[in-house]
């Protein structure tokens, strides 16, 4: 046999290993490691795995088959509740506000990025990422870029924890466009990735440095075509299509687990607002109990320089309202299919 026809053969019985050791759920295969997690699962938060067992899916409306995380052993966590975005729609506000909460653990560090970056650490370096609490604490994350997960990646969330509530809050879409768009600038100019540069690193650049960067990211030297560039671009408008994703959730996870937040109430009625998600998530008591006044009106990750989130020019506004109001339109119909009785700008009068 040559060397070629030789190598080939090895990688086909690879695949063939990889291929058995894919069993996805619903195959007869399936059982012996449902007996498995059915064990596993009762230890964190009841009888999870009786979902698979009543809907043989873990699905609401999909088809899909899920495959079976080949880690779901190393699994040590149960997660109660999911903030899956919308990016730069007050997500970091609401990590600190749930941090206050005495029966709820969160990472120390917003945005584990677990589910679309880091998945191949695996479950086990997931697991450990939640600080030890008692038997009666909830856990649960922010990361808002699962709001636009890709559908493999939510079943497997559901699979996981199919009883997870998710948490989702929405801002008027220019707002947290142009928001998005200056964050990103700061990072281009710095060379950074998303996420990496914060206002500390701004507040170590020297003075020469400093005046360089606030010039380089400064919005008012950019005109509207390189705004409305960047809008265009697959990540600004994607999460901008805020009932596209929501509805391929909704697809896994049944309306009374998903709650949508209107970003306004972190100004106009955040105690309200927090004694709602509580109550969404299921702890106990009021808000007033472990938030105080002024912990709920503290600003988190704005921009700390005033060039760098000056307000939306007038004819950039027109512009991108003309192109976000589709998704404005049709994110407003789905909140009222889910019965809410708010709604985000839908740019009528522009
Ligand atoms: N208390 C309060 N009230 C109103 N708005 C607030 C509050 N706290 C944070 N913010 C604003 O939320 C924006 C940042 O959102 P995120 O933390 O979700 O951003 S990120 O996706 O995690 O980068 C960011 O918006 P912009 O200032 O427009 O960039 C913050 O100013």
Redesign the pocket.
């Known amino acids: 046999m040559s060397d070629f026809s030789s190598l080939l053969g090895k990688l086909q019985n690879a695949a063939k290993e990889v291929n058995k050791s894919k069993q996805t759920v619903g195959e007869s295969t399936q059982d012996s490691g449902r007996s498995r997690a059915a064990k596993r699962t009762k230890r964190f938060h009841g009888d999870r795995s009786k979902i698979s067992d009543d809907n043989k899916l873990p699905l609401q409306n999909s088809t899909r088959k899920i495959t079976k995380p080949r880690d779901v052993d190393d699994l040590k966590v149960d997660i109660s509740f999911l903030c899956i975005g919308a ?7 609401l990590h600190n506000m749930l941090r206050l909460h005495p029966q709820l653990s969160l990472p120390s560090q ?2 584990l990025h677990f589910f679309d970056w880091y998945r191949k650490r695996g479950l086990d370096w997931y697991s450990n990422q939640f600080p030890k609490c008692d038997e009666d604490c909830l856990l649960g994350e922010i990361t ?1 870029c699962y709001a636009v997960l890709a559908e493999d990646k939510i079943a497997e969330i559901k699979y996981l924890f199919p009883k997870s509530k998710i948490i989702f809050l929405a801002r008027d879409l220019i ?1 947290r466009t142009w ?1 998005a768009i ?2 990103e600038l700061r990072n281009t100019v710095r060379g950074m990735e998303a996420g990496e540069f914060t206002n500390d690193h701004i507040a170590q650049m020297d003075k020469r440095e400093r005046e360089k960067f606030l010039r380089e990211a400064d919005p008012s030297n950019y005109d509207d075509n390189y705004f409305m560039e960047r809008l265009q671009h697959s990540t600004h408008r994607q999460r901008s299509d805020y009932a596209y994703f929501l509805r391929r959730w909704l697809r896994y996870f049944p309306k009374e687990q998903i709650l949508i937040i209107n970003y306004k109430d ?2 106009q009625r955040p105690r309200e607002m927090m004694d709602e998600v509580f109550s969404f998530i299921g702890v106990d008591g009021k808000s007033e109990n472990c938030i105080k006044d002024e912990q709920l ?7 700390s320089e005033p060039q760098l ?1 000056q307000q939306i020019r007038p004819s950039l506004r027109k512009k991108m309202a003309k192109y976000l109001k589709p998704m404005a339109n049709d994110f407003n119909t789905l909140l009222g299919e889910l019965g809410y009785d708010w709604k985000i700008d839908d740019y009528s009068s522009i």
């Open positions: 990016q730069k729609a007050g997500t970091t506000w917003k945005e808002p707002e928001s200056l964050m972190i100004s009106e503290m600003r988190f990750n704005a921009a989130r």
